[in-house]
C-alpha cells in the first residue's frame, strides 16, 4: 500500500493523452528561402556534403541549388486537432570536369497533414525518416531515411507513440499505413509504386527508461517493365503484395513474392532524464523470407548498431551519436548450389526485376553507405553538434571498408569528413550563413575536398 500511494497521481491516469494540456499556441505562416553553392575538387562532390539532404545537393563536383517556399507548421501537439502544410520548390545546377550537366527542378515539399485526435493524415511530397536516435548525426535509417528526394505518398496512421486505454501511459503503439508513387524511370520500369506498413510497441512511458520494438514491411511492386510488360497494378496485385504472397504472371513472382520486397525491424532502448536521453538501438532488414524476429534471422550478423545521446541544458554539446554498421553476411554467400537452396546472396536494396533496386532518382532511399554495386560494407560512423555562443556545429566522420557483392567482389575503402558551422546573423536583415568543408580519402570515390556555403532566411508572413 505505501508502495501504490507513493506513486504520483498522474501517473494513474488510465488514458494520458496529450490533448488533456491547455492550448496556448498561435499558427503562422512563414516563408523559406535558401541559396546552397558546392564546389570541390575530384570527380564528385565529397559525399558527406550530398548524402542525407532530401536529394538537394548535387553529387556533382560544382554545384548550386535554389530553393524558396512557405510553410505552415504542426502547433498544437496538445489539441484534438492539428494541420501543417508546405510548399518548397527547388531548383539544382551541377556539373564539371566534362560530366553531364544535372539540372533539374522539383518540390522538396508539396503535402498537406492534418491530425484527428490520434489519427494522422499525410497527402503529397514530405521528407520522412524512420530510425532512432539523432537524424542530424545518424548515417541513415536502414529502410528510410533523408538521402533521396522524398516520394509523394499518402499516408494514414497514428504516427506518435500512442498510449493504450486502460494501461495508464506504460504501454504505447504507433502504427500506419503508406502508399507512395516512384515518378522516375529506370532502364526497364516505369510507374513503379510503394507499399509500406509499420507497427510498433513501446513500454515504460513517463518511466526513466523505455524499451521499443518496430516492425517495418516494404515493397516496390507493380509499374511496367519493357522485358515482361505489366507488372500488375490491379487490386489483387496490391493484396498479393500487401501480403508478401507469390503471384504475378512471372516465374520469380510465383516462386517467390510478388514484387521487391523488404521487411525493417528496429530495438531501441532509451534512457532519459531532464533535460537529457540517451538512446541505444539496433535496426536489421530482410529481403529473404521466412521473416524471423530480430536477432533469430539467417543474416543475424548484419545491422546497424547506435548509441545517441542529446541534452539541452549546456549548449556546448547537444548531441553525440556512434553507428557501426555491418552488411557482409548477407545469410552466406550462396542462394543455391548443387540443387540446395542455401538462401543467402541478399543482395541488399537490388531486385531482378526492378532494376532501380531500393532507390529514387538515383539516390538510395535507405543508408547512403550501401549501393547497389557496393552492397557488403562494414563501416563506422561518428557525429558531434553543439551551440558555441550562437555558432551552431556539426561533426560528422565515417570510415568504410567495402567488398562490392559477392557476384561482383571489389575491395575499397573511404574516410570522408564533415565540418560544417551555422550562424544567425539579426544585423544582415536576420539572414542565416553557413559553412562546410568535406573530404573523402579513399579508393572507393578518390580523394576529394571541397566546401558549400549556405544563406537561407526564414520569417514570419503572418499568425492567428
Known amino acids: 500500500m505505501l508502495l501504490v500511494a507513493s506513486v504520483p497521481l498522474y501517473a494513474w491516469n488510465w488514458w494520458p493523452l496529450p490533448m488533456a494540456e491547455p492550448d496556448t499556441c498561435r499558427d503562422s505562416l512563414l516563408y523559406v528561402g535558401a541559396v546552397r553553392a558546392v564546389s570541390s575538387s575530384g570527380g564528385q562532390a565529397p559525399s558527406l556534403l550530398w548524402h542525407n539532404t532530401n536529394g538537394e545537393i548535387s553529387s556533382m563536383p560544382h554545384s548550386a541549388t535554389i530553393s524558396a517556399g512557405i510553410i505552415k507548421p504542426a502547433t498544437r501537439p496538445s489539441r484534438w486537432f492539428d494541420y501543417d502544410f508546405g510548399v518548397v520548390l527547388s531548383g539544382r545546377f551541377g556539373g564539371g570536369y566534362g560530366m553531364p ?59 506518435r507513440w500512442t498510449p493504450i486505454p486502460g494501461l495508464f501511459g506504460y504501454v504505447e503503439v504507433k502504427g500506419g499505413l503508406t502508399h507512395s508513387w516512384a515518378g522516375d524511370k529506370s532502364e526497364v520500369v516505369s510507374g513503379t509504386l510503394i507499399h509500406h506498413k509499420y507497427i510498433g510497441g513501446r513500454i515504460g512511458g513517463k518511466l526513466p527508461v523505455n524499451i521499443s520494438y518496430e516492425f517495418h514491411h516494404a515493397a516496390q511492386w507493380g509499374g511496367y517493365s519493357t522485358v515482361y510488360g505489366d ?118 536494396y537490388s531486385n531482378g526485376i526492378y532494376k532501380q533496386g531500393w532507390s529514387y532518382f538515383g539516390r538510395i532511399i535507405g543508408s547512403p553507405l550501401l549501393t547497389l554495386s557496393n552492397n557488403r560494407v562494414r563501416a563506422h560512423h561518428a557525429g558531434i553538434r553543439g551551440d558555441i555562443y550562437g555558432f551552431k556545429y556539426r561533426v560528422m566522420v565515417n570510415h568504410a571498408e567495402n567488398y562490392g557483392l559477392y557476384t561482383a567482389p571489389a575491395r575499397s575503402s573511404n574516410t570522408a569528413i564533415l565540418l560544417e558551422v551555422k550562424k544567425h546573423v539579426k544585423e544582415a536583415w536576420g539572414l542565416d550563413f553557413g559553412f562546410s568543408i568535406a573530404g573523402d580519402f579513399g579508393s572507393q570515390y578518390g580523394n576529394a575536398f571541397g566546401a558549400m556555403i549556405c544563406i537561407s532566411k526564414r520569417g514570419v508572413i503572418c499568425d492567428w
Open 101 to 159: 550537366s544535372d539540372i533539374t527542378g522539383f518540390f522538396n515539399e508539396l503535402y498537406a497533414h492534418t491530425r484527428l485526435y490520434i489519427v494522422d493524415i499525410t497527402a503529397g511530397i514530405k521528407p520522412q525518416y524512420w530510425g532512432a536516435g539523432d537524424a542530424e548525426l545518424s548515417s541513415g535509417s536502414l529502410l528510410f531515411s533523408n538521402n533521396a528526394h522524398p516520394l509523394p505518398r499518402i499516408s494514414i496512421g497514428f504516427e
Open 231 to 348: 507488372l500488375g497494378n490491379d487490386w489483387n496485385a496490391y493484396k498479393t503484395t500487401f501480403m508478401a504472397r507469390s503471384g504475378g504472371s512471372m516465374a520469380n513472382d510465383q516462386l517467390n513474392a510478388q514484387g521487391n520486397h523488404i521487411c525493417f525491424q528496429q530495438l531501441a532502448l532509451d534512457v532519459k532524464g531532464k533535460g537529457w536521453k540517451v538512446s541505444a538501438y539496433w535496426q536489421i532488414i530482410q529481403e529473404d523470407g521466412p521473416i524471423e524476429r530480430i536477432g533469430k534471422t539467417m543474416n543475424k550478423p548484419d545491422g546497424l548498431w547506435g548509441v545517441s545521446a542529446v541534452q539541452n541544458r549546456w549548449p556546448f554539446i547537444e548531441g553525440v551519436t556512434y553507428e557501426f554498421l555491418n552488411t557482409t553476411d548477407q545469410s552466406g554467400p550462396f542462394h543455391d548450389r548443387d540443387g540446395v537452396v542455401f538462401g543467402g546472396r541478399d543482395n541488399y
